[in-house]
């Protein structure tokens, strides 16, 4: 089993940049495949982007690629999510969310664990 807990988010304007983290506990943490997901007022829990658990392999929803990047340091059981050219679109709660020893997947509900989320907030 496995813990996460997200940081790192905030206020920003239009145009610039957050680093969002997601710190595991649990020894394991590398065999997991870490997901990012994004949930707006009023709106479903959509997928952002995902890697896998050794990192050889990323994913992305269209409306990020180009702009986010996602990584992990497994020495630090930590995934981050770096975030560019923010767009006022962006603002939702972020949430990472991790499956064991599987493939990366875009469904929400293939994930079994959940960190508490954290807002990002982008002005325009």
């Known amino acids: 089993q496995v813990q996460l807990g997200e940081s790192g988010g905030g206020l920003a304007q239009a145009g610039g940049s957050l680093r969002l983290s997601c710190a595991a506990s649990g020894r394991t943490f590398s065999s997991y495949t870490v997901g990012w997901f994004c949930q707006a007022p009023g709106k479903e829990r959509e997928f952002v982007a995902a890697i896998s658990w050794s990192g050889g392999r990323t994913y992305y929803a269209d409306s990020v690629k180009g702009r986010f990047t996602i990584s992990r340091d497994n020495a630090k059981n930590t995934v981050y999510l770096q975030m560019s050219s923010l767009k006022p679109e962006d603002t939702a709660v972020y949430y990472c969310?991790?499956?064991?020893?599987?493939?990366?997947?875009?469904?929400?509900?293939?994930?079994?664990?959940w960190g508490q989320g954290t807002q990002v907030t982008v002005s325009s």
């Open positions: 969310a991790a499956r064991f020893l599987n493939a990366i997947t875009t469904k929400r509900y293939d994930y079994d664990y």
